[in-house]
């Protein structure tokens, strides 16, 4: 079961010794770990080598209780299942030692799903072993990870940069409440859908939202349905009529350009408020900047990479952002702030909920809506406001550079109006 015998050692910095067994690849999965340790409590050698016997064949008699406990693992029930695994028994030997035909039979469905879990007999009331003996019968077993890795992948592959980190966040909690609901993809029906709502609105989630998580879950049990992966062919969220409308007073707004914005421009991360109105980023875009490539004159490059983890929400979020001198200041002095990004977005958000009695409308994000405002009152066009602040809708741009369609000069000269507007105002 284990390998790499060997006698006791010290782990980092630690004076006192160890018994460690290294768990074999093929066992790693089904273990739970790869390497298993016992404390030999002493730091004198030679104790160690006369505890370290004892204390490596606990550690091997703890291996083969890991091993030998029932299976809970989907990816091994799987496993198991494709490779044939128990498909067949051997009741017999010939004179000789040699099997013939009539010495193995067939093994029935129900033993053959206990001989996967590695359990005596199927509990009826278990949804696993239930599963498990439906896949033997079926030859195909489908979890809820299954349905969304199969999302993620067909989604990258039709948009190119597939699923933004945050939806893939949102799609993995609605997934985790409706397996509350039905543990396993393959028994979903309308009831269980119909159930899924009804819990949420239980729980006092806003019928917007729902509608939100709900539209997420039936794509994703789309692309399940169109590749295979469920073994039904209607999706029971097609057939559920559930649409909402967002409530005026739940919509984010914009600070009102005569009373309130002053008073965010004069507080303490004034600096940065001004950056975030005269340009209509979103914090996070300002936030992950990298200063030595993404300045270009007096421009901002907002672009992403995707080997480095880097990503924007939209494809039109990839744009050229022009700064003046002060904006320029504030964008240098966020990205070297002492403050982790966490901890400096809470403040942002701390300031203004101080400002504004905890107005739940007013969030840091309600930056960019004030730009959008601002524009319209010195009279930038809706298509230049639009390409500065992301808000294209087109997915590609027409000019080599991808970064849009409009020349550096053009957004320099009308965004200036809204660096003008701001600065009366500060």
């Known amino acids: 079961m284990g390998r790499h015998l060997q006698g006791p050692i010290r782990m980092g910095k630690s004076e006192i010794f160890y018994a460690r067994l290294t768990v074999k690849p ?43 406990s029932p299976i809970t693992e989907h990816h091994l029930i799987r496993a198991r299942l494709e490779s044939g695994f128990a498909e067949t028994m051997q009741v017999g030997e010939g004179e000789a030692g040699a099997r013939t035909l009539g010495e193995v039979q067939r093994v029935d469905p129900e033993e053959r799903a206990a001989q996967i879990l590695n359990v005596q007999v199927l509990d009826p009331d278990n949804e696993l072993h239930e599963q498990t003996f439906k896949a033997v019968k079926t030859g195909k077993f489908v979890t809820w990870d299954d349905v969304l890795q199969n999302h993620i992948k067909v989604k ?61 879950l039936k794509a994703a049990i789309t692309s399940a349905i169109k590749q295979d992966v469920v073994s039904f062919e209607i999706n029971p969220f097609s057939t559920i009529d559930f649409s909402a409308q967002m409530d005026e007073e739940d919509k984010r707004r914009g600070f009102e350009l005569k009373t309130e914005l002053p008073l965010l421009l004069s507080s303490k991360y004034g600096n940065f408020y001004r950056l975030l109105c005269g340009t209509g980023m979103r914090i996070n875009e300002a936030m992950s900047r990298d ?30 952002v022009p700064l003046d001198e002060q904006a320029m200041e504030a964008l ?79 957004l320099i000269t009308e965004n200036q109006k809204v660096w003008d507007y701001l600065s009366k105002l500060n």
């Not at 066992?27 to 298993?36: P, Y």
């Not at 270009?296 to 744009?319: N, P, Y």
């Not at 403050?339 to 809470?346: E, F, I, M, P, W």
């Not at 701390?350 to 730009?371: A, E, M, Q, W």
């Open 156 to 216: 990258k592959r039709k948009t190119s940069r597939g699923l933004a980190p945050v939806t893939i966040l949102k799609l993995e909690n609605i997934v985790k409440a409706i397996q509350s609901i039905c543990p396993y993809p393959n028994d979903l029906d309308k009831t269980k859908a119909k159930q899924l709502i009804a819990q949420l609105e239980n729980e006092g989630v806003k019928p917007i939202t729902i509608s939100t998580k709900v539209g997420l």
């Open 26 to 68: 093929a066992d790693r999965k089904r273990a739970g770990a790869t390497r298993l340790f016992k404390s030999l409590e002493t730091k004198d050698k030679e104790i160690a080598l006369k505890r370290w016997p004892a204390a490596y064949q606990q550690l091997q008699e703890e291996l083969k209780l890991r091993l030998g």
């Open 332 to 410: 240098k002095e966020l990205r070297t702030h002492k403050l982790a990004n966490k901890t400096l977005r809470n403040n942002l958000n701390k300031v203004i909920h101080n400002l504004f009695d905890n107005d739940p409308l007013l969030v840091t994000h309600s930056c960019r809506h004030t730009y959008k405002t601002i524009t319209r009152v010195v009279g930038v066009s809706h298509e230049i406001s639009d390409s500065i602040s992301g808000h294209l809708k087109s997915t590609v741009s027409k000019t080599s550079d991808g970064y849009g369609e409009y020349p550096d000069e053009l």
């Open 291 to 320: 200063l030595e490539k993404d300045i270009d004159g007096q421009m901002l490059i907002v672009r992403e990479d995707l080997k480095a983890g880097k990503r924007l929400k939209t494809s039109s979020s990839i744009r050229r």
